[in-house]
């Protein structure tokens, strides 16, 4: 069963689904191996608490950082928006596969869940969608939720 993943940036946030996030965190994750920002001890200490989100899912929050510093929020835009197309360009993803693939050492995430619950294959777009509202969120242009319907959370757990 998937559980649902705080997503913050300051005062705004947003709820997901924790096996749809850790799909989009890979492919996120894959680009930022690529440019290699682990060698970047700020993106090192955001990727690996981005690693443990995807592994643990519904225990523990997606918190992005509320002041951006240099050409840091351009690369997380970058970065997101790359997984988003990489998404996109296929129209559904095999879940067995994504269960074999998208792990992190020995370590399962919670993108498995999909497989897990006998699932064959899971379609992208709603995950694409969910990397432009983490973009939007970054940005700090995401639309306020609907009247009546705001969340507050007054304790956020850190993993």
């Known amino acids: 069963m998937s559980r649902t993943v ?3 940036r300051g005062e705004s946030l947003f709820w997901a689904l924790d096996a749809a996030l850790a799909v989009w965190l890979f492919g996120f994750l894959d680009g930022a191996q690529e440019r290699r920002l682990e060698d970047d001890p700020w ?11 995807a592994i643990v899912g519904g225990t523990s929050v997606f918190d992005l950082p509320e002041e951006w510093v ?4 351009e690369t997380f835009t970058t970065l997101a928006l790359d997984s988003v197309a990489s998404l996109r360009e ?10 074999k693939r998208l792990v992190f050492g020995d370590a399962t995430t919670s993108a498995s869940r999909y497989h897990q619950r006998k699932q064959e ?3 992208t777009e709603p995950i694409a969608l969910l990397g432009e509202a983490l973009v939007d969120l970054a940005h700090g242009t995401l639309p306020p939720p609907p009247k009546g319907h705001r969340v507050v959370l007054r304790d956020r757990r850190r993993t």
């Open 43 to 53: 993106w090192a200490e955001r990727l690996h608490s981005w690693q443990v989100t």
């Open 90 to 99: 296929q129209d559904e993803l095999d879940t067995a596969l994504l269960a």
């Open 70 to 73: 240099d050409d840091r929020l």
């Open 121 to 123: 294959t899971v379609a």
């Open 6 to 8: 705080p997503v913050f």
